[in-house]
């Protein structure tokens, strides 16, 4: 069985900087492409960044382009999003996910198969 654990969400002030992870468990982190969703109240979760299994390729959402970054550890098998330039509109639960699609660039979220719980970054005015 293949786990993901988000952690490194908190409160920070509009214009700051985040790193959420994931570390991966039950899989190696090489074998998935990965990605990262985010989820405010009362909207559907949305896709904000996948990296393909090799860590070649990355594709971001037009309102984080520029602004996050995704990578990886292999070593770690851990999966990062590097946050800058917070706003306000960027709150939300954020969760890692993967799949096997090996090579794919995916953005939907019917195409992951894995999930973590979620980790809450709130970012004030």
């Known amino acids: 069985q293949v786990y993901l654990v988000e952690s490194g969400g908190r409160l920070v002030q509009a214009g700051g900087s985040l790193r959420l992870s994931c570390a991966v468990s039950g899989g190696t982190l090489g074998a998935f492409g990965m990605g990262w969703f985010r989820q405010a109240p009362g909207k559907e979760r949305e896709f904000v960044a996948t990296?393909?299994?090799?860590?070649?390729?990355?594709h971001y959402a037009d309102s984080v382009k520029g602004r996050f970054t995704i990578s990886k550890d292999n070593d770690k098998n851990t999966l990062y999003l590097q946050m800058s330039s917070l706003e306000p509109e960027d709150t939300a639960v954020y969760y890692c996910a993967a799949h096997r699609w090996l090579g794919n660039i995916l953005t939907e979220a019917e195409q992951y198969r894995y999930w973590g719980q979620g980790t809450q970054v709130t970012v004030s005015s």
């Open positions: 990296i393909t299994s090799s860590g070649t390729t990355t």
